[in-house]
Each structure stands twice: as structure tokens, then as C-alpha cells.
């Protein structure tokens, strides 16, 4: 059994900043690739930012320059400092994985719960 816990995300003002992290616990043999994806209302899900285990990252468009990504690996652990947050960067933000577990012969992918990010105008 494996979880991704996701902390983080609120409400905050145009310009402002938040800090989201995604915690994966379980039977976990190795993690790869981590990520942050998110889903407006009405809008497809999608990505957001990406870190491979050696830390090479990846980033939506829209997010460059704004967002960074950075984990953990001894923590199994993903974040994604959000600066200069805008009214659309509003969406529920979800955390993935990659993982092997114990005594699995590949990765699977894994999700976290949801955390809404509301930015206002």
C-alpha cells in the first residue's frame, strides 16, 4: 500500500505565495518521477511541473519562472513553491508518483488527494 499525503494550498491574494508538499509513505522500494498536476473547474487536468530522481525538472508554460519544484528523495517527498500566484493558477492541484513498491517488478502510477489553490484578484 502506498500513500501520497498533500499539504499546502488556501487561499491568497494575486502576487502572493504558497508552498504545496506531497508526502508518499507506504512499501515503497524506489520512487522516479514525481510531479504537481491541476484541474480548474471545467478544464482538463494538467501538468504543472515535473522532477526526475535526479532532480532534472520540467514545467508547464504557464508556470515558468513562477513555480519551482524540488523533493526530497530521502523523504519521498515532492514541494512546489508557487510565487506570483495569478487568479488562473486557480485549480485543485494533485501530486503523482511514480513507485515501486516492495516486491513489484515495475512503477505504477500514484495519486494525492486534491488541495484547492484559490488566488484573488
Known amino acids: 500500500q502506498v500513500q501520497l499525503v498533500v499539504s499546502g494550498g488556501g487561499l491568497v491574494q494575486a502576487g502572493g505565495s504558497l508552498r504545496l508538499s506531497c508526502a508518499a509513505s507506504?512499501?515503497?522500494?524506489?520512487?522516479?518521477?514525481m510531479g504537481w498536476y491541476r484541474q480548474a473547474p471545467g478544464k482538463q487536468r494538467e501538468l504543472v511541473a515535473t522532477?526526475?530522481?535526479?532532480?532534472?525538472?520540467n514545467y508547464a508554460d504557464s508556470v515558468k519562472g513562477r513555480f519551482t519544484i524540488s523533493r526530497d528523495s530521502a523523504k519521498n517527498t515532492v514541494y512546489l513553491q508557487m510565487d506570483g500566484l495569478k487568479p488562473e493558477d486557480t485549480a485543485v492541484y494533485y501530486c503523482?508518483?511514480?513507485?515501486?513498491?516492495?516486491?513489484?517488478?515495475?512503477?505504477?502510477?500514484?495519486w494525492g488527494q486534491g488541495t484547492q489553490v484559490t488566488v484573488s484578484s
Open positions: 503523482n508518483a511514480a513507485i515501486r513498491t516492495i516486491g513489484a517488478p515495475i512503477f505504477y502510477d500514484y
Open positions: 507506504g512499501s515503497i522500494f524506489s520512487v522516479n518521477d
Open positions: 522532477i526526475t530522481s535526479g532532480s532534472r525538472t
